[in-house]
């Protein structure tokens, strides 16, 4: 089992020509990702040749829309590789043509637009769930891959991971590479995502293959109290955090558009007790944190 995505997924490219485009469609396809197309309306009606996993040459037909490319393929997942000027656009394609679950790698969409498209796919109902922008997407270990998380990095395995920050994604894969991962989602570090912590955790709590989950928050917003709530509420499988940015200054943005703090609202140690008041265990470092985590599951 895995949440959001499986070996049965059929995943679309927008963007499938362009330069990342062509990079990740390559490295998804080497994932044993089930790749079945891409869309770039400039170029409807050609193909692009790439490598399966299995070393097998594959034609990639490209479509002018997503609705064309859900109509000839059945797909179900988008991951759009498209420059942040026209992000808003690939997004309300992918929004009208109703697909599952589109993944939006691009850094730097303007937060109002972001904002727009977020409220536009719940305007229709919420048919589409979107992850990102501004993250390393979605990987289901040994099945698929949907973003640019390296696939080498670990197995399938007992714990659910959601995080705000790409790297520690994979550095948090990496540590507990040896027990493995039900389903890794990055859901990006901008203040308007699709996907929230509370969202992943609910789905991992429903998932009979997800043992334990690891949630990487970092500085600036609110989304880890609540999500803090959420967990004292609803979530019954042990839940291990971490919080990046307990060195930083008041009052600087780091790194991520989202990580600002005002004041003490905000701040790693005040996220760090909201976690550990509805007990959650928060390490102060990375590798506390799946140290944590290795104890958790040798007592499962």
């Known amino acids: 089992m895995s949440i959001y995505l499986n070996k049965d997924s059929k995943v679309i490219v927008q963007g499938i020509t362009g330069g990342e485009g062509t990079k990740h469609t390559a490295l998804m396809l080497k994932a044993g990702t089930n790749i079945v197309g891409g869309v770039n309306a400039r170029k409807a009606g050609t193909t692009v040749s ?4 299995s070393g097998n040459t594959v ?3 490209v479509f002018g829309s997503v609705a064309e490319a859900i109509e000839k393929t059945g797909a179900d997942v988008s991951v759009a590789f498209v420059p942040p000027a026209f992000t808003k656009d690939a997004m309300v394609e992918a929004i009208d043509a109703e697909i599952p679950l589109l993944v939006v790698i691009t850094e730097g969409v303007p937060v109002g ?3 727009e498209a977020w409220a536009y796919a719940k305007s229709k109902g919420n048919k589409t769930r979107i992850i990102g922008p501004n993250c390393p997407g979605i990987i289901t270990p040994g099945e698929a891959l949907a973003g640019i998380t390296p696939a080498n990095i670990t197995g399938k395995g007992p714990i659910g991971l959601v995080s705000k920050s790409g790297t520690l994604t994979y550095q948090m894969m990496f540590e507990l590479r040896d027990l493995g ?12 995502i699709g996907t929230t912590h509370i969202d992943a955790l609910a789905a991992f709590e429903a998932d009979p293959e997800t043992k334990a989950i690891v949630m990487i928050g970092e500085i600036g917003g609110d989304a880890e109290e609540r999500a803090a709530e959420y967990i004292k509420a609803h979530v019954t499988k042990p839940v ?3 919080v990046a940015g307990f060195t930083a200054p008041e009052g600087k943005t780091m790194g991520h558009a989202g990580a600002i ?6 701040t790693a140690q005040a996220k760090k007790e909201a976690l550990e008041a509805a007990g959650v265990k928060v390490g102060k470092t990375p590798s506390e944190t799946a140290a944590l985590m290795r104890e958790i599951i040798e007592k499962l």
């Open 181 to 192: 991962f039900s389903t890794a989602i990055g859901i990006g570090g901008d203040p308007v």
């Open 59 to 61: 034609e990639l037909p």
């Open 113 to 115: 637009e972001s904002a």
């Open 261 to 266: 703090v005002s004041g003490s609202a905000g």
């Open 240 to 242: 291990v955090g971490y």
């Open 50 to 53: 790439h490598t399966d996993a």
